[in-house]
T-cell receptor, first 113, second 112 residues
Framework: GAVVSQHPSRVICKSGTSVKIECRSL??????MFWYRQFPKQSLMLMAT?????????EQGVEKDKFLINHASLTLSTLTVTSAHPEDSSFYIC?????????FGPGTRLLVL | GEDVEQSLFLSVREGDSSVINCTYT??????LYWYKQEPGAGLQLLTY?????DMKQDQRLTVLLNKKDKHLSLRIADTQTGDSAIYFC????????????FGTGTRLQVTL
């Protein structure tokens, strides 16, 4: 149990375009989901907390207008990277919370050319 | 703010035991976790321990917690090549809606 999926697993886009990443909890309902960013050989950096039915809470230094989060249902949260630039290239990982434990998705590798 | 530190790299021979260490600063931590990340993948929850416990064993994994020294360790018995990965410790507090602070990660290399 407690499986989280992400789609797509890998995406390449042109600079200036927007990219949407989906995070789904497959076998549980997640009122809370988290979005992380991970640079090569580094730890996870929390970007925002996504709460179903309410606005996301962003960490300091994360632009909410650039990284749009929508938690439309108890099993789906989306992260949209708007007007992507090469510096947004990274590995994005989401997690869903079940009984106060985070279960992670497999990650999405974004490359902005 | 909270700080979680780990050594960057550990190399062990197949069949030996591995011990990965972690130190944290938040004395109010309620849960402490160990996650495993294989190349290009997300994080897999290995085990966790409540702050009122000293030890937890789960098959080849043993977690030791020294709350006084704020030191957490993960011991992997009979380490296999499939254990090669990055291991993250993380601490959380029930008062912060399951938010976690992750360590820097330890890369475990298992050699033949």
């Amino acid at each position: 149990g407690a499986v989280v999926s992400q789609h797509p697993s890998r995406v390449i886009c042109k600079s200036g375009t927007s990219v949407k990443i989906e995070c789904r909890s497959l076998d549980f309902q997640a009122t809370t989901m988290f979005w992380y960013r991970q640079f090569p050989k580094q730890s996870l950096m929390l970007m925002a907390t996504s709460n179903e039915g309410s606005k996301a809470t962003y960490e300091q230094g994360v632009e909410k207008d650039k990284f749009l989060i929508n938690h439309a249902s108890l099993t789906l949260s989306t992260l949209t990277v708007t007007s992507a630039h090469p510096e947004d290239s990274s590995f994005y990982i989401c997690s869903g919370v079940l009984q106060e434990t985070q279960y992670f998705g497999p990650g999405t590798r974004l490359l902005v050319l | 703010g909270e700080d979680v530190e780990q050594s960057l790299f550990l190399s062990v021979r197949e069949g030996d035991s591995s011990v990965i260490n972690c130190t944290y600063t938040d004395s109010s931590s309620t849960y402490l976790y160990w996650y495993k990340q294989e190349p290009g993948a997300g994080l897999q929850l290995l085990t966790y321990i409540f702050s009122n416990m000293d030890m937890k064993q789960d098959q080849r994994l043993t977690v030791l917690l020294n709350k006084k020294d704020k030191h957490l360790s993960l011991r992997i018995a009979d380490t296999q090549t499939g254990d090669s990965a990055i291991y993250f410790c993380a601490e959380g507090n029930t008062g912060t809606a399951s938010k976690l602070t992750f360590g820097t990660g330890t890369r475990l290399q298992v050699t033949l």
